[in-house]
């Protein structure tokens, strides 16, 4: 049973991501330790030689958001408006309008963060893009984080940039999280529209049915295969499962592999850990041509950290690795190659994750 001080992921429904701006800023905030920042206005900003002439709407009456370039004294400055803390649908698709219309305009950017500091850029514009306002749409994937808009100027004058209407193809939920003072934490047994349930992941798994929450990667060259019993290279590989039993084991098959940059990578779901849990699980690598085997982690921003690596014949028996995972957001990723397309076969087997508090994606 897990003691300590546990958080608790609930979900609120956001009714005012999609917003015109006509009221308020919706559920949007302003960052407020920025030097510079977004600004409600209506009708024509400051600056005759940028910026809009009105809202987006037909009438133009209405209000839109802007960046004010005259407050831009430095190029680096970056004004931001964020979302709350969000579970985003997959597949769910943000639309809104930009204008970017003078010699000095900057920069305008989407982007994805998570509470750990990691992002991910998933949409950018750079420079003036003409009179009038343009569509933008962003289509955005399963993923637990919240949304930026970034906007920068490369002069100081004539360099105004604006957004408007801003809507979504299902509302996400956001994600608030609460201290439990307790030993035990019971999960609702059922659930309306508004309060689905997030997904509970689990690490663990021995193969013995699939591979459980762990994904291929359709774009590498090789694939891991759920085996049992004696892997068909006799100069390599295991005889049977770790627990020494007819269950199943993952294979690569080294024989796949014609060129030794071919890899097989095997994806977790986006994971949030917070606060540092023990991987355990078992690997064979025994053949005059086996190559590398790694786990590491792939941030949101697609950067990566080697966690475990292990490089050529490690033995006969199946041997035990122990991970500490940090703190984040982030996938794991195994990876697997063969030195050789012969006496290469490497195994691995019963993933385990240190008991704690469910992982949530």
Not at 234 to 246: E, F, R
Not at 291 to 296: A, E, H, S, V
């Amino acid at each position: 049973m897990y003691k300590p001080l546990l958080f608790l992921n609930l979900l609120i429904a956001v009714r005012g991501l999609a917003c015109n701006f006509d009221n308020g800023l919706c559920e949007w905030f302003t960052v407020q330790d920025s030097t510079v920042t977004w600004k409600l206005g209506s009708g024509t900003t400051k600056d005759p030689s940028s910026g809009p002439d009105g809202d987006h709407s037909d009438t133009g009456n209405g209000q839109y958001l802007y960046i004010d370039g005259h407050e831009f004294i430095n190029s680096t400055f970056a004004a931001e408006i964020r979302s709350p803390d969000l579970y985003i649908l997959d597949n769910t698709t943000v639309s809104f309008w930009y204008h970017m219309n003078g010699v000095g305009v900057g920069e305008l950017r989407v982007v994805l963060a998570d509470r750990y500091g990691g992002t991910k850029t998933v949409w950018t514009k750079s420079g003036r893009q003409g009179p009038g306002w343009h569509q933008a749409q962003v289509i955005l994937e399963d993923i637990t984080a919240y949304i930026i808009f970034q906007g920068t100027t490369r002069l100081h004058y004539s360099s105004d940039i604006a957004i408007d209407d801003i809507t979504v193809s299902r509302e996400p939920y956001e994600l608030t999280h609460s201290p439990l003072f307790t030993t035990t934490v019971t999960m609702p047994t059922t659930t309306t529209a508004l309060f689905p349930v997030l997904p509970i992941i689990t690490l663990d798994c021995a193969f013995n049915a699939d591979t459980c929450s762990w994904i291929q990667d359709s774009a590498d060259h090789l694939d891991w295969h759920r085996w049992y019993g004696r892997s068909p290279d006799l100069t390599s590989g295991p005889q049977v499962d770790h627990a020494n039993t007819t269950e199943y084991y993952l294979l690569l098959k080294g024989h796949e592999a014609h060129n030794g940059n071919w890899t097989a990578r095997l994806y977790s779901p986006h994971i949030s850990i917070n606060s540092p849990r023990n991987l355990t699980f078992w690997y064979h690598m025994n053949g005059a041509g086996i190559g590398n085997l790694r786990l590491y982690r792939e941030n949101a921003d697609g950067s990566k950290e080697e966690l475990f690596v292990r490089k050529g014949r490690q033995g006969v028996s199946w041997e035990q690795a122990s991970v500490n995972l940090p703190v984040g957001f982030y996938k794991l990723v195994f990876e697997a190659d063969a030195a050789r397309h012969y006496s290469s076969d490497l195994a691995i087997d019963d993933i385990r994750l240190q008991d704690g508090p469910p992982l949530i994606g």
